[in-house]
């Protein structure tokens, strides 16, 4: 099936419909609604561990001790301004509380990351008037087109209507991957031919959207083109493309981010940040690394939410993020 807004081009929007848009295929695992926890694999090492050995329990927490908590956050991806910020904070607080010991200065930093995290917020999404529209941006190798994929399951797992937009034209297999995941979760995916301009996926995808009475459609983008600058103008196309046909939307910028790639990954959200305008992070990969605390730096230097959590491959394997949970997953041994 076939649909085309009036003043397409004769190739025109293909609209990919399953056979039977209605219901998720029961091959496909629904999300499970409980945030606590977040589902995160315990590591045989890492962070916590390291910690663990740097503040003992009856030791006193020195001058040296600090020196070496620094070193462990900033080899935990946090980075140097904000492990600062961090470690300040946490002797501000022992001190204030009386504490003196290694097991003092370790409750101290959770709660200083609980709370910083918490300060920007986080697994609250929500879709407002419909149709709600979510550009999901990123770059390639992050999860970027899966993450949709969780992210539809969990919205049709939670009695709305979606749709997806193939409109990362720049790579054929970006719309193939896309069309396969709609099959599969029993949505329909609006795309056009590979090359073709992302910003007529988009209105289309709108456009249908509205006929519809759909609740929300999902965005995919380019991870990568030319170069940098061609990219962020492609996307702020999108975006005024978008506003244009729904004033107020898209209703969510979500920024794909993987969790391993380090300070690297904190250079990617601000560039994606300050030319996208991201409303919140979706950190993929949290199950496969032993740092994870480049969602700290995230937090902190954009003010950014981070949203939801990748744990996994499957497809329920995306949890509402939760401060208290990831801090408890960051120093476990």
């Known amino acids: 099936m076939f649909w085309r807004r009036r003043d397409a081009p004769p190739e025109g929007a293909e609209m990919v419909e399953p056979e039977d848009p209605a219901p998720v295929p029961s091959t496909v695992a629904r999300p499970a609604r409980e945030p606590r926890g977040m589902g995160l694999r315990a590591r045989p090492s890492g962070f916590g561990a390291r910690l663990r050995s740097i503040l003992g329990a009856g030791e006193p927490a020195t001058e040296e001790t600090w020196d070496d908590v620094t070193e462990a956050l900033i080899g935990a991806d946090v980075g140097a301004p904000t492990t600062l910020e961090l470690v300040d904070a946490a002797r501000a607080q022992m001190e204030a509380s009386g504490g003196r010991t290694g097991e003092d200065a370790r409750r101290a930093l959770a709660t200083v990351i609980r709370d910083r995290l918490a300060a920007v917020g986080s697994g609250a999404f929500e879709l407002g008037a419909a149709p709600s529209v979510i550009l999901v941006v990123g770059v390639n190798g992050t999860g970027k087109t899966t993450s949709i994929a969780k992210l539809a399951s969990r919205l049709l797992a939670d009695g709305h209507s979606v749709a997806l937009a193939a409109a990362d034209t720049f790579r ?87 969790a391993t790639s380090g300070q690297n990954g904190l250079l990617q959200a601000e560039a994606f940040s300050r030319e996208a305008g991201v409303t919140g992070i979706v950190l993929t990969k949290l199950d496969g690394t032993a740092k994870g605390g480049v969602a700290l730096a995230v937090a902190e230097r954009l003010g950014v939410p981070i949203l939801f959590a990748g744990i996994g491959e499957e497809i329920d394997a995306l949890a509402p993020f939760d401060p208290e949970a990831f801090v408890e997953w960051l120093f476990a041994e």
């Open 172 to 258: 054929a297999a970006a719309v193939e991957q896309l069309r396969i995941w709609g099959e599969q979760l029993g949505v329909a995916v609006i795309a056009q031919r590979p090359g073709a301009d992302p910003g007529a996926v988009a209105f289309d995808a709108v456009e249908a959207a509205v006929s519809r009475g759909l609740d929300a459609v999902l965005v995919d983008t380019a991870g990568r083109l030319q170069n940098k600058q061609q990219l962020m103008e492609e996307l702020a196309k999108i975006r005024r493309v978008i506003e244009r046909r729904l004033p107020g939307q898209p209703r969510h910028v979500l920024l794909v981010l993987d």
